[in-house]
């Protein structure tokens, strides 16, 4: 429990927090707990919410304005120096408009700079194509020493910015705007940065989702179930970089048929990342990648464009009876597969 600006939380509160006020109290936790942590941004304290460890550390945050390539220069001077800076600002502004900041002045050094994107995926829909980041993941996890985290929820949000602290290196956490409904009820699951999660077992077939999607896959598998009485594995892969290589070939090997969802365009992101692994294997499986397709994402709320794009419960229980219905080679024998 923390005291932050007045007021009294658990993380416990998630239910009726967004992502990014999560990670604005747990920044302040962390704040009372090391000295060297400071607060960056490019005047967008309110909207992602670093603005709450403005308030309690004034001295140790600071506003470069609407510059974003010098947010990142001056976060790696922070950096050089010995502090631990925490970057805030949108996701499409520091995957985009400081790609050449972020990728020279930090990932090239290896700086211990941690970087809180928000407004991830199409969280933002109603905003358009400029502040949508549907190409974040698939920069990010191009640059060399770069850490790469999508969390599922407040819950998880929390446990990744607590994890990110003694992470050597860049890490980028991609959150979304607000309003993500929670899928854990406690911290106590078995969170690593680069170890998937187990949501739920299944021998029939993967479901490999991280962000929003791993709600809207386990409610979907708990339907399969009960509906058409299949055995659905839901991992939640939250660290797209490092990837957990070994839970992905297990789910290769123990159930034959893969579908990756993510708020992200098929290009570059969880999907790539995971058929890279299948591939690298030699291993055959039916495998299939959902997310947004290669075109600029429609306007409108992020419900609505969850269910158009088939990132919600409905669509992913449609596309998981059509990946059922394939015919494909499924015997023991690997020899002709390599």
């Not at 470069?64 to 502004?93: C, D, H, R, Y």
């Amino acid at each position: 429990m923390s005291e932050v600006t007045g007021t009294t939380w658990t993380v416990y509160d998630a239910n009726s927090m967004t992502q990014a006020e999560v990670y604005g109290h747990v920044l302040c936790d962390i704040g009372e707990e090391r000295d060297d942590v400071v607060g960056l941004t490019a005047d967008l304290a309110k909207s992602t919410k670093i603005g709450l460890f403005g308030e309690k550390f004034p001295e140790r945050f600071f506003n470069v304005g609407i510059a974003e390539q010098n947010l990142f220069g001056v976060a790696s001077g922070m950096a050089l120096s010995g502090l631990t800076p925490f970057v805030s600002t949108m996701a499409a502004f520091a995957s985009m408009r400081a790609c050449e900041q972020v990728r020279t002045d930090i990932c090239y050094q290896n700086l211990n700079c941690k970087i809180i994107a928000t407004h991830g995926g199409i969280s933002f829909g109603t905003a358009g194509s400029t502040h949508n980041a549907q190409e974040d993941v698939a920069i990010m996890r191009s640059f060399p020493n770069m850490t790469v985290i999508i969390p599922a929820d407040g819950i998880e949000t929390a446990n990744a910015v607590r994890a990110c602290v003694d992470w050597d290196g860049p890490v980028y956490i991609r959150v979304g705007r607000g309003f993500e409904p929670t899928w854990y009820d406690s911290e106590e699951y078995g969170f690593q940065i680069g170890k998937a999660v187990t949501v739920s077992e299944g021998t029939d077939i993967t479901l490999i989702c991280c962000g929003v999607t791993v709600l809207q896959a386990a409610e979907a598998a708990k339907a399969l179930k009960a509906e058409d009485g299949l055995s659905v594995r839901v991992l939640n892969l939250h660290t797209i970089k490092p990837l957990d290589e070994e839970a992905v070939l297990r789910a290769v090997q123990e159930t034959r048929r893969i579908i990756t969802f993510e708020e992200h365009t098929v290009h570059g992101g969880l999907g790539s990342a995971v058929a890279d692994v299948i591939a690298a294997s030699g291993k055959g499986c039916a495998f299939e990648k959902v997310g947004l397709p290669d075109a600029f994402s429609l306007v409108g709320y992020p419900e609505d464009l969850y269910a158009h794009y088939k990132l919600d419960t409905n669509g992913i229980i449609e596309k998981v009876r059509e990946v059922m219905g394939r015919d494909f080679e499924e015997d023991e024998d690997w020899e002709d597969e390599v």
